[in-house]
């Protein structure tokens, strides 16, 4: 009798442990957003431009996820097992296209009422005044030129005295 009741005790502790262990197991961590073409992270559909087609690379207590943002802008990866990115981790989001790019981080949140992660990340590519590059090239241009007519002009005008 006591063998039955230990069986029966033992049977009953794994039916009870297997949802709790297979919701541990199968439990996943969403981390999500958008890629827009602003230098504000807080993407949206009334602030810059989605990028789509942009290389998006996640890491995650030292794991690694890759994927393509939609037409829309939006990426989204997902650490399964949960333990890979746990609750509270730190992620990192880097994305990339052409020759712009940009990253954002934060920590994860797996809360019952949060679904998943989300992690904005803005990518551009502008350097301080980007006219002023090719405005200081023409002016150099220019000036060189001139100098170079003034230049020769007074050799020649030397050279007929």
């Known amino acids: 009798m006591k063998r039955i009741l230990l069986s029966l005790s033992g ?3 794994i039916f009870i442990m297997f949802p709790a262990l297979a919701s541990a197991i199968s439990s996943e961590t ?3 957003g958008n ?3 602003t230098p504000i992270t807080d993407c949206g559909p009334s602030i810059g431009t989605p990028v789509s087609g942009a290389n ?3 890491t995650c207590d030292g794991n690694q996820l890759t ?6 802008g939006a990426y989204g990866v997902q650490f399964i097992p949960a333990s890979l990115c746990p609750d509270g981790a730190n992620a990192t989001v880097a994305a990339s296209k052409g020759s712009e790019n940009g990253s954002n981080s934060g920590t994860v ?3 019952v009422n949060s679904d998943e992660t989300l992690l904005n990340v803005a990518i551009v590519n502008v350097s301080l005044v980007p006219e002023l590059g090719l405005l200081t090239g023409i002016v150099a241009v220019i000036v060189a030129g001139g100098s170079f007519m003034v230049i020769r002009r007074r050799k020649l005008s030397e050279s007929k005295k």
């Open 56 to 58: 998006v690379t996640v």
């Open 30 to 32: 969403i981390i999500a």
């Open 35 to 37: 890629v827009c073409n």
């Open 67 to 72: 994927t393509a943002t939609t037409g829309a």
């Open 11 to 13: 049977f009953l502790a």
């Open 109 to 111: 949140n797996n809360a």
